[in-house]
Nanobody, 124 residues
Framework: QVQLVESGGGSVQAGGSLRLSCAASGGTGSTTVMGWFRQPPGKEREGVATIHTGGISTFYADSVKGRFTISRDNANNTVYLQMTSLKPEDTAMYYC?????????????????WGQGTQVTVSS
């Protein structure tokens, strides 16, 4: 069973930066893709960024391209989401997720393992 624990959320002003971390443990060898998702208040969960095990292939939602960067440290089983130029519309609960997929995907239903989430609030 894969366990995922997110950290690094907080409150920032628009234009600021945050780095989220996701520590994975327990059976991570069974997964090939990890992703970051977010759920704004009153809205559905949406994909933000995803990365393959090798750490080379990545895929981003259009809304965050050029502002967010996903990366992973396989030695420490940790995935990061560096967020820059934050906007108020980035405010959401951010979740880390893992899956065994051949292709990268931002579809939440394809991910079987989820963390508890970390809150990001961006004020204008």
């Amino acid at each position: 069973q894969v366990q995922l624990v997110e950290s690094g959320g907080g409150s920032v002003q628009a234009g600021g930066s945050l780095r989220l971390s996701c520590a994975a443990s327990g059976g991570t060898g069974s997964t090939t893709v990890m992703g970051w998702f977010r759920q704004p208040p009153g809205k559905e969960r949406e994909g933000v960024a995803t990365i393959h095990t090798g750490g080379i292939s990545t895929f981003y939602a259009d809304s965050v391209k050029g502002r967010f960067t996903i990366s992973r440290d396989n030695a420490n089983n940790t995935v990061y989401l560096q967020m820059t130029s934050l906007k108020p519309e980035d405010t959401a609960m951010y979740y880390c997720a893992a899956a065994r997929l051949w292709l990268l995907s931002l579809e939440p239903s394809k991910y079987g393992y989820w963390g508890q989430g970390t809150q990001v609030t961006v004020s204008s």
